[in-house]
């Protein structure tokens, strides 16, 4: 399938259209060194969904992400108050978009494309944050991992794009997570790499079918 021909285009949300950067401001005076601390706090976040899936032992984003938390705080012996951790905790429901995700986004709608969420994070996770950022019109659903019980990169969680109605043919998944990528390549779905950073591709065995330096260039690949 040519990019072109996409009728669906499904999003990861966390790192690819919402910078999670952000969420330093909100561990400003509760930590010592902010960005370590949010950096230790995002990679715990990720390998305790890779481990839950593993494990058979699911709970959803909303407690991996609090637990996460308090293993960054008791790692880095951070003081966390209940006030201070529900501030934290908020923080996430309030992560600003990346300056070239709207821009990207409503080109895209205006084509009338298909668009979605395919994301770890729960409903009203998903929900509150499209709504705090003014996105709410933009996409046509948002797919949780919470309807399969499992975490990407597991196959069940691509197979939700099966919901939009559009043959998987049809559907361009976009993620800035270079092993999100590679899970969804793996599934079947055409995958198109946001690499911002300029990082080496993850060697997996399944690379993306487009690589883009931004989603500003999204629209001219389709």
Excluded at 110 to 139: H, K, W
Excluded at 181 to 199: K, S
Aim: aromatic fraction near 10%; proline fraction near 6%.
């Amino acid at each position: 399938m040519a990019a072109e021909r996409a009728r669906a285009v499904v999003f990861d949300a966390y790192g690819t259209l919402f910078d999670v950067a952000a969420v330093r401001a909100a561990c400003a005076g509760i930590a010592a060194d902010p960005a370590a601390f949010v950096a230790l706090w995002r990679a715990k976040q990720l390998e305790y969904a890779f481990l839950r899936s593993l494990m058979g032992r699911y709970a959803d984003f909303a407690q991996v992400t609090r637990d996460a938390l308090r293993y960054a705080a008791a790692a880095t012996s951070t003081s966390l108050a209940p006030a201070a951790e529900a501030a934290l905790l908020d923080a996430w429901f309030a992560v600003a978009p990346f300056p070239d995700a709207e821009p990207a986004l409503r080109a895209l709608k205006a084509r009338g494309l298909t668009l979605a969420i395919l994301s770890n994070g729960t409903p009203a996770m998903l929900e509150r944050l499209v709504r705090a950022t003014g996105l709410q019109t933009v996409f046509d659903q948002l797919l949780s991992v919470d309807a399969v019980r499992r975490y990407k990169p597991d196959p069940a969680v691509y197979a939700l794009v099966d919901q939009l109605g559009v043959a998987r043919a049809e559907v361009l998944f976009v993620s800035s997570n270079g092993w999100d990528a590679a899970g969804a390549r793996a599934f079947g779905l055409r995958v198109c790499w946001v690499n911002r950073a300029g990082a080496p591709p993850d060697e997996l065995g399944h690379p993306p079918d487009y690589t883009v330096a931004s989603l500003s260039d999204l629209p001219a690949l389709l």
